[in-house]
Nanobody, 124 residues
């Protein structure tokens, strides 16, 4: 079973950048699609981005398209989320999740393995 650990969160001013990492252990991440989700206080968990096992396909929520970039390094069993032009509304706990599904999904129900999350706070 794969275990996931997120890192890279923090406090940043609006317009700034952060790069989140999702590192896997226990099992190689290379056979999994990986998604990033976020949850702000009082709100439901929402889809941010996903990438397929090989890195050749990806998907983004409209709210982050053009600002966030997902990528992966299977040799390092790590998936990244580069976040640029951050806005206060991007403030949330960010989670990565893994799924053996071949297709990319934006529903959290499809993902079997989850990390503990990393806090991202964007100040105005």
């Amino acid at each position: 079973q794969v275990q996931l650990v997120e890192s890279g969160g923090g406090l940043v001013q609006a317009g700034g950048s952060l790069r989140l990492s999702c590192a896997a252990s226990g099992r190689t991440l290379s056979t999994y699609a990986v998604g990033w989700f976020r949850q702000a206080p009082g709100k439901e968990r929402e889809f941010v981005s996903a990438i397929n096992w090989g890195g050749g396909m990806n998907r983004y929520a409209d709210s982050v398209k053009g600002r966030f970039t997902i990528s992966r390094d299977n040799a390092r069993d790590t998936v990244y989320l580069q976040m640029n032009s951050l806005k206060p509304e991007d403030t949330a706990v960010y989670y990565c999740a893994a799924s053996l599904s071949i297709a990319l999904h934006n529903s959290p129900l499809v993902y079997d393995h989850w990390g503990q999350g990393t806090q991202v706070t964007v100040s105005s």
